[in-house]
């Protein structure tokens, strides 16, 4: 067991030659397999459905791996073979050099409670535990000591925005919430990896946005490694670092949701991506969303930190009087200043931003964002700040809009930001 | 047609029986004197109390528990039996009641739990389980007595290998209606398996199994009354005497009884379940 969580090639989970048969004569259909019939031909001579097949990857530390594919595709089966809720029929899985397909009833228990969190579909709450309980479970059968899992547990629901809901029951809270719940007993069970099996698919889609970027926040928060099923390529554009293609048992393509969708593999994941090469006309006004409220020149630190507190971002963006983009503030770049003798933000602004005009293409901003990089700045001829594109935004305006037949003039999905209401900054 | 001998299934059956009491009595003997000790320290216990007190105190368990309306029923109902002069035999009857029950509750939940649990088992005692409901339940009766003599503890053997099939099976369906996700979710944070069933599947299955006890009480109580015709005394052998000597009127009146005990019964038990299920 390497004692070290990152470990030296910053690789997590591993997973070799992964297969599964769901019937009676697995050896039968894996043999039939490697003679090359394909899953139907395999279920018409032996009765038993080849679940996955030779599956291959690795889920790297600290990133947030999604599984995608429709119904059918394997992929619920395929997160249950990691923790082994089901019992693989060949092939290996490691998590950090330890073989979870070889360990015993004992130290599988041992693997699960240290290395696997699990949030569900249907939430899988507890129904007669309270909220507070619920997040607990993890800890509690560790045999934790009832202050310190409560403590750890709170922290979690605390996270989550569920506090003060922690002697309410399951039942009296929305889905939304719920579904909250179960990510705080996930969190407070403190495991290296998070397994989150169509997580979000039971929500409706506006509680599904905001959880989904609370979830992205979360992961760079806490530096989660997670591993994310779903069946909806929005979801998987937007929160995926990494993005595994699944269809009839098999790994169609790995990738990031920008090389899926610049580069699918085959036929397949053209068609599941279709539409895509409507980014050559989708435009950066159609993605932009509005700014946190820049503030101008004159405004001290003190201020650009409050409102960076407000909006909960690390970056700003600095207009002067006539709103044209000045520059942007890094927060680590305000706070020193806060802490000395406060200079104007004229000294403290980094002038050298990424700019775009709402009607650049989309598709140019992708070489734009460089890993970790602040929102891209939307500017009109005049050079006055007009909005934001953030990475994920772009890829989830691809993605609706090449699920909808492609209208001549890009609609934006997001309030349009003209307007004096996105221009009263520094009111 | 060709001459099939008959095969004698009821002599290999007492065969069977002969053997188990020529080789166990012992045993039985042994069983039945402590049975008859609980039995009679329990009949005592609830006698000594005087009826009034005694009604007075279920009643208030009926309001606590349910309301209002069954508190009111239980006084009622009780006087009732107390003015017939039905009182000793309602508590003998009762008594026997408790006493099966708890000894059937006993064995039942480990069985419904391994049930539940195990497959195999499983497919083994469900078509034991339909054999002892709908086997008559007379014939019980019968091997009883060489075992454990005439009286109070034959009745209870065959009151209890009549009325634990219910609570048996509304365990098992209990456990097993708990929807995969959540075992899923147990297994999944590494509960063992001791865990998963007293942290989340018995406790799920609470209102179930309690509808189960509900079962086995009613089924308890109506045998109880049967085993009247084997010496066991109570409200049945108030009933089996009545019809001995023809007497309408005596037998209507133990009947009416056994309705008002089995009615509070089983209002209580409803009424513990539905708070179970309401938490």
């Not at chain 1, 750890?152 to 929305?174: I, N, T």
């Not at chain 1, 790995?254 to 989708?282: H, Q």
């Not at chain 2, 029986?17 to 000790?37: E, K, M, N, P, Q």
Request: glycine share 8%.
């Amino acid at each position: 067991m390497s004692d070290d969580p990152q470990s030296q090639d910053g690789v997590r989970i591993r997973v070799r030659k992964l297969s599964k048969v769901f019937g009676k004569h697995p050896d039968r259909a894996l043999a039939l397999r490697d003679q090359g019939l394909d899953r139907a031909a395999i279920l018409e001579r032996t009765g038993d459905t080849l679940g996955l097949s030779n599956i291959d990857f690795e889920v790297r530390s600290g990133e947030l791996l999604v599984i995608m594919g429709l119904s059918g595709s394997g992929k619920s089966t395929l997160i249950r073979c990691l923790n082994r809720l089901i019992e693989p029929s060949e092939g290996e899985i490691s998590i950090e050099g330890d073989e979870i397909t070889r360990m015993d009833a004992k130290r599988l228990r041992e693997c699960r409670r240290r290395h696997f969190s699990m949030v569900f579909q249907h939430f899988a709450l507890f129904p007669h535990r309270s909220v507070l309980a619920n997040a607990e479970y993890a800890l509690e059968i560790r045999g934790m000591p009832k202050a310190q899992r409560q403590e750890k547990a709170l922290d979690a629901l605390r996270r989550v925005g569920l506090e003060e809901w922690k002697d309410a029951y399951p039942r009296q809270l929305s889905g939304g919430m719920q579904q909250r719940v179960g990510l705080a007993r996930a969190l407070a069970s403190d495991s290296s990896v998070m397994l989150m099996d169509e997580a979000f698919s039971a929500l409706d889609p506006l509680i599904r946005r905001d959880m989904q970027q609370e979830l992205v926040g979360l992961q760079r928060e806490l530096d989660k490694t997670i591993v994310f099923i779903t069946h909806d390529l929005d979801e998987a554009l937007n929160i995926g670092d990494r993005i595994i293609l699944l269809k009839d048992g098999e790994i169609v393509q790995v990738g990031t949701p920008e090389e899926i969708l610049t580069r699918p593999a085959n036929a397949y994941v053209e068609r599941f991506v279709e539409g895509v090469d409507m980014s050559r006309v989708l435009t950066a006004q159609a993605a932009m969303r509005r700014p946190v409220a820049p503030v101008t020149l004159d405004d001290t630190p003190g201020e650009a930190l409050a409102r960076m507190d407000e909006g909960g971002v690390d970056t700003l963006y600095v207009v002067d009087d006539e709103r044209r983009l000045a520059g942007i503030l890094e927060r680590g770049a305000v706070v020193r200043a806060c802490a000395g003798e406060a200079p104007s933000l004229a000294t403290l602004i980094e002038r050298e931003v990424p700019r775009v005009l709402p009607e650049e293409p989309l598709h140019h901003l992708f070489p734009m964002f460089n890993k970790r990089s602040y929102p891209i700045a939307v500017v009109d001829g005049e050079g006055r700040l007009r909005g934001v594109v953030v990475r994920g935004a772009v890829l989830a305006q691809l993605a609706e809009v090449g699920r909808e037949a492609p209208s001549p003039e890009p609609v934006p999905s997001l309030a349009p930001l003209d307007g004096p209401s996105a221009t009263g900054v520094s009111s | 047609m060709i001459d099939v001998p008959r095969i004698p299934l009821g002599g290999w059956i007492e065969a069977g029986l002969d053997f188990l009491t020529g080789h166990y009595s012992h045993v039985t003997r042994a069983i039945s004197r402590f049975t008859r000790s609980n039995i009679s320290s329990l009949n005592d216990l609830l006698m000594a109390v005087p009826p009034w007190a005694m009604i007075v105190v279920i009643a208030l368990l009926c309001w606590r528990i349910s309301g209002y309306r069954l508190g009111v029923f239980a006084i009622l109902g009780l006087s009732l039996i107390w003015n017939l002069g039905l009182w000793q035999p309602t508590i003998q009857s009762l008594s026997l009641v408790v006493i099966a029950t708890l000894v059937a509750i006993i064995i039942a939940l480990p069985i419904g739990v391994l049930a539940a649990l195990s497959d195999g088992f499983n497919r083994v005692v469900m078509p034991i389980l339909d054999f002892m409901q709908t086997m008559p339940a007379f014939v019980y009766l019968i091997p009883a007595i060489p075992f454990f003599g005439i009286g109070a503890v034959s009745a209870i053997f065959a009151t209890v290998i009549f009325s634990m099939p219910p609570a048996i099976r509304f365990t098992a369906l209990g456990i097993r209606q708990v929807p995969t996700e959540l075992a899923e979710a147990a297994d999944a944070f590494g509960s063992t398996r001791m865990q998963k069933l007293l942290k989340l599947q018995l406790p799920l299955a609470l209102p179930t199994v309690m509808a189960g006890i509900n079962q086995t009480i009613m089924l308890a109580l109506s045998m109880v009354v049967i085993a009247a015709m084997i010496g066991a005394n109570g409200l049945g052998a108030e009933v089996w005497s009545a019809i001995q000597r023809l007497q309408p009127g005596a037998g209507f009146e133990a009947g009416i009884a056994v309705v008002i005990l089995a009615m509070l019964l089983d209002r209580i038990t409803q009424a513990m379940k539905g708070r179970e299920a309401a938490r």
